[in-house]
């Protein structure tokens, strides 16, 4: 009973840990080399933190504000304009007038039909106006100021994610090389150890023992992996564009 449950721990182990073995030769090799990829596709640092800021929806919003804000100044300044206007008339009509003769010197009345034209400017400035009019003008250019102030400050924090995001992937590519390094050294114990069992010199324990201990790394990898995959996409997606390897 004992020597059938030895072989059939022994079938499982085998099946367990061939698997790996042979799946992960080939791709690992070509994992790293993406890996590696990665890092030498990247652009540098300061032209990840350009583009950030060139394709950050908010800092155009916030452009669209300036903007909005300096024509406010223009029209409040101008406001006073609104209070000019300009009259023209035209009448047409018979006017009559005094004629005096100079040798008899008597005067008559005479009528004349004529065209007359008549043009103007007036101004109408009411008192809220002027009084109110610098006060405006001080209020538009506050929030000219103010809307600035916000542009700077989301710049300074995309340059804060990016800078934070960059040197996550760093990190994470770091994790990935040490974890790859880590699973090939443990395949290399694993396939010592197939051999030893297979020829009797090792028990099952010590086996069962090295087999979780060589999966667990091949998990650690993969692990580091897919953090390093995230942060690199968070890193295009805050930048604005895809890299090319």
Do not use: C
Not at 38 to 62: E, W
Not at 161 to 166: D, M, P, S
Not at 219 to 231: F, H, I, R
């Amino acid at each position: 009973m004992l020597f059938k449950r030895t072989t059939f721990i022994l079938a499982l182990l085998l099946l367990g840990s061939s698997w790996p073995l042979m799946a992960q030769e080939t791709a690992e090799i070509d994992a790293d080399d993406d890996v590696i990829s990665i890092i030498n596709g990247m652009p540098p640092l300061h032209v990840l933190i350009d583009s950030a800021i060139i394709h950050s929806p908010y800092i155009k919003f916030q452009n669209a504000e300036i903007i909005r804000n300096q024509f406010k100044i223009r029209t409040v300044r101008n406001n006073w304009t609104k209070n000019l206007g300009l009259s023209g008339d035209v009448i047409y009509g018979t006017y009559d007038y005094l004629a005096t003769d100079p040798n008899t010197g008597a005067t008559t009345i005479n009528n004349q039909v004529e065209t007359r034209y008549g043009t103007g400017i007036n101004i109408r400035l009411p008192l809220y106006d002027a009084l109110n009019r610098k006060t405006e003008v001080q209020i538009a250019t506050l929030e000219l100021e103010q809307a600035d102030y916000v542009k700077e400050q989301k710049i300074l924090e995309i340059r804060q994610l990016v800078i934070n995001q960059y040197y996550r992937v760093l990190l994470n590519h770091r994790l990935v090389s040490i974890h790859n390094k880590n699973k090939q050294s443990t395949e290399v114990q694993m396939q010592l150890i197939k051999k030893e069992f297979t020829n009797g010199q090792i028990k099952v324990e010590e086996y069962a023992r090295m087999t979780e201990f060589y999966n667990n790394s091949i998990v650690d990898y993969e692990k580091a992996l897919s953090e390093l995959t995230n942060s690199l996409m968070i890193l295009q997606e805050l930048v604005g564009f895809k890299f090319q390897f």
